[in-house]
């Protein structure tokens, strides 16, 4: 059985509903009806809701249920921004370990020589990482660690 019932919106809550009634008619099977845009995108918005607030086993109230999605959609932006600048910082331990060794062999040096740090073939590779680890630690230890190398 089909109930029709009457929704009324201010301005900002239409101009919200239209940007969400967009948003789905483009994705790739969002609305399929194009005369009942509105209907569908109702629906599909108590469906979302439906799975994201009351389907779930743990009934938490809406507002904490809401604050944990909000987190994770933002733990999710951090993730992907840590994944960023550990790929980052790899990139420059790398471009480093190329200084070094073009520092020491000169021009004897191939890039195809560069060694992982995880594979400990080149013994003065592991040493100037182990020598850095050592002094990192002692660092610590003080509690004076250095954030800044000049």
Aim: aromatic share 8%; hydrophobic share 35%.
């Amino acid at each position: 059985m089909t109930t029709r019932i009457n929704i009324y919106f201010n301005e900002e809550t239409l101009q919200k509903f239209s940007e969400i009634k967009t948003y789905l008619s483009t994705l790739e099977g969002g609305l399929n009806r194009q005369g009942q845009n509105h209907t569908a995108t109702v629906v599909k918005l108590i469906d979302v809701f439906y799975k994201l607030f009351l389907e779930t086993r743990d009934r938490q109230p809406f507002s904490e249920r809401l604050s944990r999605l909000e987190k994770n959609l933002a733990a999710s932006d951090e993730q992907k921004l840590l994944k960023s600048i550990r790929h980052q910082l790899d990139q420059i331990l790398y471009l480093e370990l190329t200084n070094f060794h073009v520092g020491t062999k000169g021009s004897r040096f191939d890039i195809q020589d560069l060694e992982s740090i995880h594979s400990h073939f080149d013994p003065k590779q592991n040493e100037l990482i182990a020598r850095i680890e050592d002094i990192i630690q002692e660092d610590v230890s003080r509690g004076q660690t250095m954030k800044h190398s000049h």
